[in-house]
């Protein structure tokens, strides 16, 4: 499975903490809110924590090693 291979990946490890850190609540306020059907709130939330320059730079790492 594709997703546990970039798991294990020193980027995906890294991803996976600046989750929790960074963007635990806004994750889970974004499943929550998913879940409740209102995607407009899910989409905020997310876009929220992607505009983070942490995180844009992890994705960048990701995307180029499994791109």
């Not at 594709?2 to 600046?18: C, D, F, N, R, Y």
């Not at 209102?38 to 905020?44: F, G």
Request: aromatic share 0%; no cysteine; hydrophobic share 40%.
């Amino acid at each position: 499975d594709e997703a546990v291979k970039i798991a294990q990946t020193p980027q995906g490890k890294q991803l996976a903490s600046m989750l929790q850190q960074l963007g635990g609540t806004s994750v889970r306020q974004a499943m929550d809110a998913a879940a409740a059907g209102d995607m407009i709130q899910a989409k905020q939330l997310l876009t929220q924590l992607m505009q983070d320059p942490q995180m844009q730079q992890i994705l960048e790492q990701l995307g180029g090693s499994h791109g």
